[in-house]
């Protein structure tokens, strides 16, 4: 039995009925849509959701946001609800599905992901911090460190990945975690970037205790549960909706309408070209969002996250030269610990600069076209001398 | 449904940043079943080594095979409004069937004849105008625009056809695409459109870039045409037709560049050098991802073209101008990218890497160039010139 539609429009309208948005406290208003199965439609019952089709949510959305509903500013939260939500609703046991999900979609528990490593990036499967069962307390002991940990400095949960069995290969002796970031033993040390900012961390991890309890899918198998991390990150850019000339091209066209001072004949080349292929991303995004709605996905997912790093770089950096005498100056340079990254307020310097990260994070760009020649394309794998070895017979 | 013929000069300007019009850009199974109907006689008479055995012997065109496609599938009818004896479909499946073409770098006059003829027709109001939209629906005379492939939308329309009055036209016009298959040239003269019988309009074949779609010179002197609209009308008509026939030519370059990466996925794979498929070089795995990238991409922005056709949107010269910009590069880049790719066996005259290229790059030139179509962008967009 599906949830339509119709019904769903039922109990938005029943929601906003008993919890009028201008007499509701924010808080209090997300609490409810989430118990009204409201917050992300797929989920099941009683885990903020009604087992309806994933479609339907975007009409939830809207007609919320249309009532005033607050949000739960998905920018603020969203590795917890990109990454940490669907991997602990696949591997989570019950518990920790009921502890952790409604929080999370709240906003009121910000989560992190410890992942990277100094010697891990690309190579995750490498990582190196250690977790050790102590077996009378039923507590796993973590010491290591991670790295470029975005939110760590307002997170109270993390995801983390550590090495459990250093005598197997590096992809089988690896567990996942959910790590509570006020424990002893984690210490977040603030990295400055080409920003200014301070808006990913160090992290590094000593003696940390965490439950048994904590611990999310089998021991040894966290190398499949961070795989449906992974691909939900990767995926999670090109469903959505972008209005036509929306996104980075939007201020860059903006000063060309205002400011006829600084056209010149090459800007306006450079201008269209990226013009036409920011429509076409929109458009190509938008078949893809299409082809989920038919059930009929098909792998462009896998590409758009390449297409905006690269289009989000080229376009930033034509609207600081289009700026002149301007593009010379920046915004602020003091070292501050933002939030959220923002990109649309705040001036081209800061977007040039932070789109840098666009084809790092994630997945760097390369990595994502050996998985695109690969697992698309059916070219022949990267060859790899690694897989075999044990971890701790591994060059470092 | 009767394609509306919307004449350029007057086009209705998007405003920026104007809410795009929703579009549908996947296929229906209608248009899946075409696709695969088309692609399976093409497979069967119309292939690689047919094509360019066809292009040796200097007649490219098949006409029997032409039969099949444009009378038994029915395809030369689609754009044609049922009243009139053709499909009523639309610009949707008019496109899918280019995209089959392209893939097959078929000599066949689709799309001069199904398309910017048809358009130009469907554009006309005298009475001649239906008995030959039903002749060309049924498949059984091919008609062409006798201008320049190179017009493109957007731009000034040539008159170098004189009317010595009473439709007795005089002149010359270059580079006509597929005026040898045609029976019926659509001439633009100063005082109108006239239907002209090919046979006395002496077309001269020159020498093309793209061996699958044979160009002619026109010589008209003092022929007799058949007026067809007055000039306001005929203008409109020519005009409307290449807007519709260059969002359709994006989906022919898609058809291009998927075979190109279709077939350059396959040859890297299978051939080695340095004890390893050249496929496993990750500098050529990253080139050919790149390269998927841009194909999907052209998807999304042919189909965009058609459905904004299709539904008459306002929207439509916008998305055309968007795809045409697109489209043409990745048709070219595909192309070049699998001659480069295939290697010495790529710069040979019996693989077919070389018709594709060829196609692609004069395709680029056909109804405008992308740099044609980023300046009508610029006015659509309102995003105006220093
Ligand atoms: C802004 C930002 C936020 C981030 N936030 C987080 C976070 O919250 N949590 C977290 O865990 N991590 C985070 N990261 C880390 C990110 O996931 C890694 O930086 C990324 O995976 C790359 O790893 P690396 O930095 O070690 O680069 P390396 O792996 O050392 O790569 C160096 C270069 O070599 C290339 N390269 C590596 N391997 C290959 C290969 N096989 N083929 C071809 N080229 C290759 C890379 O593409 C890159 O250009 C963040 C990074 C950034 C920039």
Known sequence: MTVTAEELRTRVRDLLAAHPVDRTASADFLRARFDAGLAW???????????????????????????????????????????????????????????????????????????????????????????????????????????????????????????????????????????????????????????????????????????????????????????????????????????????????????????????????????????????????????????????????????????????????????????GEEGLLYEDWTMRRPELVDFTGRDAGYRYLRAKGNSIEGGTSEILLNIVAERVLGLPPEPRDDKDLAWKDLAR | MTASPASPASLPVTAPPGPAAPLDLLYSETEEGLRAAVRSLLADRCDAAAVLARAESGTPHDPALWHTLAADIGAAGLLVPEKLGGQGASHREAAVVLEELGRAVAPLPYLTSSVLATEILLGCDTPDVAPLLRELAAGRRVCVPAVPLTLAPGAPLPAPVKDAGGGVLTGTVTSVADAAAADVLLVLADTGLYAVPAASAAPTPLVPLDLTRPLARITLDAAAGTRLADPATARAAVAGALLSGAGLLASEQLGIAEWCLTRTVAHVRERHQFNRPVGSFQALKHRLARLWLDVASARAAARAAADALATGSPDAPLTVAVAQAYCSGVAVRAAEECVQLHGGTGMTWEHPAHLYLKRAKADSLALGTAGHHRGLVADFAELPAP
């Not at chain 1, 992942?115 to 690309?122: L, W």
């Not at chain 1, 991670?146 to 690896?174: E, M, N, Q």
């Open chain 1, 41 to 323: 439609v797929h989920y099941p019952e009683g885990l903020g959701g009604l087992g309806a089709p994933r479609s339907l949510q975007a009409a939830v959305d809207a007609e919320l946001a249309a009532a005033g509903a607050p949000d739960n500013d998905p920018r603020r939260i969203g590795i917890g609800l990109g990454m940490a939500a669907p991997t602990i609703l696949a591997y989570g046991t019950d518990e920790q599905k009921r502890r952790f999900l409604r929080p999370l979609w709240v906003g009121e528990e910000v989560w992190c992901q410890l992942f990277s490593e100094p010697g891990a990036g690309s190579d995750l499967a490498a990582l190196g911090t250690r977790a050790v069962l102590d077996e009378q307390a039923g507590e796993w002991v973590v010491d290591g460190q991670k790295v470029w940990t975005s939110s760590a400095h307002t997170a109270r949960w993390a995801i983390l990945i550590a090495r459990t069995d250093p005598t197997l290969p590096k992809h089988r002796g690896i567990t996942y975690f959910l790590c509570d970031m006020h424990d002893p033993g984690v210490e977040v040390r603030p990295l400055r970037q080409i920003t200014g900012e301070a808006e990913f961390n160090e992290v590094f991890l000593t003696g940390v205790r965490i439950p048994d309890a904590h611990r999310l899918g089998p021991v040894g198998d966290g190398w499949a549960v961070a795989r449906t991390t992974l691909m939900n990150e990767r995926v999670s850019i090109g469903g959505m909706r972008i209005p036509r000339e929306g996104g980075m091209i939007a201020p860059v066209a903006a000063a060309w309408r205002g400011r006829p001072e600084l056209r010149t004949h090459a800007l306006h080349q450079r201008l269209l070209e990226l013009w036409v292929e920011a429509e076409v991303a929109r458009l190509t995004g938008e078949r893809l969002r299409q082809q989920l709605v038919a059930g009929q996905p098909g792998p462009e997912g896998s590409g758009m996250k390449l297409t905006f790093a690269r289009l989000n770089q080229e376009i930033s950096g034509l609207e600081v030269e289009l700026l």
